[in-house]
């Protein structure tokens, strides 16, 4: 490697261990009262779901329509919501 190289690395090693850092009273504090912002405007209602939920969901679906346009094998679009009968 050559030295404009290296010392593009060594820049951005010291760049990502300068970013780590504890985080600050008054960061902790804008977040707070960014929470409490989002809380209010929602009428005091939290999220209906989980976002850890919503995207499993969503990877369930892609990979299905994925596997399905590797094997030619077309069903049901995994993006399309089911009806009341398909859920019972």
Known sequence: MDEQNQNLVGNET????????????????????LREEIITDRGGKPFEEDSTEILR????????????????????DPYEEDTPEEQA
């Open 57 to 76: 969901k969503e990877r369930e679906k892609r990979t299905e329509q994925l596997m399905q346009a590797a094997t030619g094998q077309y069903g049901k």
């Open 14 to 33: 010291n760049t990502s261990i300068q970013r780590r850092r504890p985080i600050t009273h008054e960061a902790h504090e804008r977040l707070r009262k």
